[in-house]
């Protein structure tokens, strides 16, 4: 980077009058902040020429993460933490009388992702450039990312996320890097000697042009790539001369479908939709990923053999499954490989994430479907199965069940988790829990026939964006007290544990978090004209809106406060700020609901001064990294509670206990691994195990009505969804309190309600002991080192990739 003042001031300057033709006077605050990501774009791409050159050079093993996700967030920002010019860079622009804050303001937030599948996905992207592995990301340039959210009459509104419409300062095309990708179509097979050719014949091809992304380390010269693919009609220059008027419509007709294929990213998380256009786009970006892998692995070696020495392909979840029939294919049809050699090679290279067992998720795709889009991939799938249920009949013969249940294709379906499963190394889960459950119940069988491959990952975020960047203040007392240490080496934090009956640092502690709340008290001013106060708990609810999250569960619970606090106004509770923000999908009935109460309620509770300002309910709109960047700061409660067993992660979590909020949550995904590392003083666990979430399912027992009818807390409420209470629709919320009582309650809210309201007692008196509280808060904060993905991802290269970190030298 560049270090020196006046000389970044020249390039700054320069910059505007090449790329716009003005001056500092003319040029308008976006031409400046292009001005300026040009200055660290030029710097940065210089260190990744040189990282790619010694990556070459070296012949060290490359990693490449296929995700149909990576909620990046902005990139500026971290940029300058990452390359230790943000100060620098700050007081040059000041000189020149440009205010810093409002050119990042001019950045698009990439919205190419859901939620924690996508962001997780773009915290090992961070970590990998951070620690120095050679880590690549493969996926989609969506032309519109996840939508925009605007909440009009209480109702969730989906805008389109136009995120390139002033083009992306960080992006690369590299036209001359694209590849081609053949949709439909029919296989010819013929026999040549020893070898069976497949020859494709009448398929529609595509072109896939790479838009290169660079990944920055901190404070190191290693740059790393995410490449994704824009698809694009092949022909770009028509003979129109030569076209009459129906072949011409033909053309454009094919022109603008084949556009289609990156414009949209699906907008559901943790949930299958199986849609022709989404299995185009995981093949889409998978077939020109492993296309463009091999063709640069083929520039140096000639035996395809060393493949797994070189490279490692990971998929994040099964969307990318389809790379194992596609790497068979490159490597048999166009490498002319035996299957048997191929196979090997393939299951050598590729490792699987599981990310779900919610059934839902899972994605199957019906035979015609699949072989028709894609008849190749079918012919290898269909051969694969056959081949897998030949070497299950050896083990087990005679047991039809147990096979029909690991069969990759059965029931006409083609099921991509077994794919993934057989054609994979290892099979990983993403927090202790979770890959429990995944070897005991959901793929107990692929346990007992592959014991080897499965592990667990627990996930990890970077602590860098999550801490350095969007907590600074946080981030300089830590270092004040511990040195800077903690940046590089994570598990660093602890040694700030020392610090937690300090009273000196309690109080700066204190201050910041308190600053942070003010902050944000001015934001939700501003957006939702609601005043709330910063001395109030802000408790904090924010994820993807689903009904396994149990949003539902805390609004009840406000409810209640409510109802206490109309019966008692002077209930000696500390005054509470309770925050939402997330997405529904758009398709989502019940989530969308779930958003209007909380809308509804906010809007009774907000105005009521009979409460006297104790309690408040906000719903921010468009929940997003930037969002986020603002809100994990500024939380005291992090809430995580979800229905134990559904929830394989979870990564919010982590970034609310780097920031110093308390948990109240299940024993769910992630949340058992932080009850470890903090101890049982320092979290509030509440609700069913997943244990007795299992036994009530397998045995039946539940029975919501009779928690209904025998609390009276629960039945208020409930009723008051329905009676006219809320100020609304009478009718409008009957389906949601039909899928707690008609529907028996699938999630165990209400089973679960008693054991939260009481978690939240413990929680209000906990938070009255101010001191203790801080304590708290700090030894959280201390204990967040192994939630770092820089862990991770150092866990991932030593059992899963066997990759390590290089030193990229100077150019
Ligand atoms: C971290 C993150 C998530 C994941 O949150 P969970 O609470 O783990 O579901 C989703 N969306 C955004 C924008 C995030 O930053």
Redesign the pocket.
């Known amino acids: 980077m560049l270090m020196d003042k006046d000389e970044f001031k020249a390039i700054f300057v320069n910059n505007l009058q090449t790329m716009f033709g003005k001056g500092i006077e003319e040029a308008s605050i976006n031409n400046k902040y292009m001005a300026l990501s040009r200055v660290i774009r030029d710097c940065i791409s210089k260190n990744w020429m040189e990282t790619n050159k010694q990556y070459s050079e070296t012949g060290v093993k490359q990693v490449y993460y296929f995700s149909m996700e990576f909620?990046l967030g902005k990139a500026l920002d971290m940029h300058l933490v990452n390359g230790g010019v943000k100060e620098i860079y700050r007081e040059a622009l000041e000189e020149l009388g440009i205010d810093l804050n409002e050119l990042e303001k001019q950045e698009a937030d990439p919205g190419l992702g859901n939620?924690?599948l996508g962001?997780l996905a773009a915290c090992f992207m961070e970590s990998m450039a951070a620690v120095g592995i050679p880590g690549h990301g493969c996926g989609i340039r969506y032309t519109y990312g996840l939508f925009e959210q605007k909440i009009v009459d209480h109702n969730q509104v989906e805008l389109p996320d136009n995120w390139l419409q002033d083009g992306y300062a960080w992006e690369f095309r590299k036209a001359d890097k694209a590849v081609e990708v053949k949709f439909g179509g029919t296989i010819n097979s013929s026999q040549q000697g020893e070898r069976w050719v497949f020859t494709h014949e009448n398929y529609e091809a595509v072109l896939a042009v790479p838009y290169d992304v660079p990944l920055a380390g901190y404070h190191n010269n290693t740059v790393n790539t995410l490449r994704l693919w824009n698809a694009e009609s092949l022909h770009d220059t028509f003979d129109l001369a030569s076209f009459n008027r129906g072949e011409y419509l033909e053309a454009m007709e094919y022109r603008s479908s084949v556009g289609l294929i990156s414009k949209i990213l699906y907008p559901q998380d943790n949930f299958y939709e199986g849609r022709l256009l989404r299995l185009k786009q995981q093949y889409f970006f998978v077939s020109a990923g492993l296309q463009s892998i091999i063709r640069r692995y083929k520039k140096r070696y000639s035996s395809m053999k060393q493949l797994p020495k070189r490279v490692a392909v990971h998929i994040n979840d099964t969307h990318p499954a389809i790379a194992v029939p596609e790497l068979m294919r490159l490597l048999m049809d166009q490498e002319e490989l035996s299957w048997d050699d191929a196979w090997k090679i393939t299951t050598e290279t590729i490792s699987y994430t599981n990310h779900t067992i919610m059934p839902e998720a899972l994605e199957t795709w019906p035979v015609e479907m699949f072989k028709s889009l894609l008849p190749r991939m079918y012919m290898i799938v269909h051969e694969i199965n056959e081949r897998v249920c030949r070497s299950l009949w050896d083990a087990y013969p005679g047991d039809w069940e147990r096979i029909r249940s690991m069969a990759v294709i059965a029931d006409n379906m083609v099921h991509m988790a077994r794919l993934a499963v057989v054609g994979s190394h290892s099979v990983n889960g993403v927090a202790q829990i979770h890959t429990d459950i995944l070897k005991e119940h959901i793929m107990s069988n692929f346990h007992k026939f592959y014991p080897k491959k499965f592990n667990n990952k627990t996930n990890g975020?970077t602590h860098r964006r999550w801490l350095l960047k969007a907590n600074p203040e946080l981030a300089g007392i830590i270092t004040d007290c511990i040195g800077s240490g903690w940046i590089t080496d994570p598990q660093k934090l602890e040694e700030f544990g020392r610090f937690d009956t300090d009273k000196i640092i309690q109080e700066k502690v204190r201050k910041v978090k308190h600053n942070n709340k003010k902050i944000l008290a001015k934001y939700i001013k501003e957006k939702t004209g609601v005043t709330i106060d910063a001395r109030s708990i802000f408790d904090v609810h924010?994820?993807?809106i689903h009904s396994y999250?149990r949003q539902i569960l805390n609004v009840f619970h406000i409810m209640d406060l409510y109802n206490r606090l109309k019966e008692n106004p002077s209930l000696a509770i500390t005054p509470r700020t309770f925050i939402f923000a997330g997405k529904a999908a758009p398709g989502y009935y019940i989530a969308k609901q779930t958003i209007k109460l909380i809308s509804v309620l906010a809007s009774l509770i907000n105005k009521d001064k009979d409460i006297k300002g104790k309690l408040k309910v906000i719903f921010l709109e468009n929940?997003?990294?930037s969002?986020?960047e603002l809100l994990f700061p500024a939380a005291d409660v992090s809430e995580?509670i979800s229905t134990a067993s559904k929830?394989a992660?979870?990564?919010?979590?982590m970034?609310f206990m780097l920031n110093g909020a308390v948990t109240i949550g299940t024993l769910d995904g992630a949340n058992v691994e932080i009850h470890d590392a903090v101890g049982d003083d320092n979290i509030f666990i509440f609700g069913l195990t997943s244990q007795q979430v299992f036994d009530y399912y397998n045995h039946g027992g539940y029975d919501a009505w009779q928690v209904y009818s025998s609390d009276i807390r629960i039945k208020t409420v409930l009723e008051q969804l329905v009676n006219g209470f809320l100020p609304y629709q009478r009718e409008e919320f009957r389906p949601l309190y039909n899928s707690l009582l008609a529907d028996n309650d699938e999630f165990f809210v209400l089973r679960d309600f008693d054991a939260y309201a009481k978690a939240q007692v413990e929680l209000d008196k906990r938070y009255k002991q101010k001191n203790k509280w801080i304590e708290m808060s700090i030894h959280n904060i201390a204990q967040a080192g192994i939630f770092s993905s820089d862990r991770t991802i150092c866990e991932y290269s030593r059992d899963i990739w066997h990759t390590k970190p290089v030193v990229i030298t100077k150019p």
């Open positions: 909620l939620g924690g962001r975020i924010i994820k993807r999250k929940y997003s990294v969002l986020g995580q929830e992660s979870g990564t919010g979590n970034k």
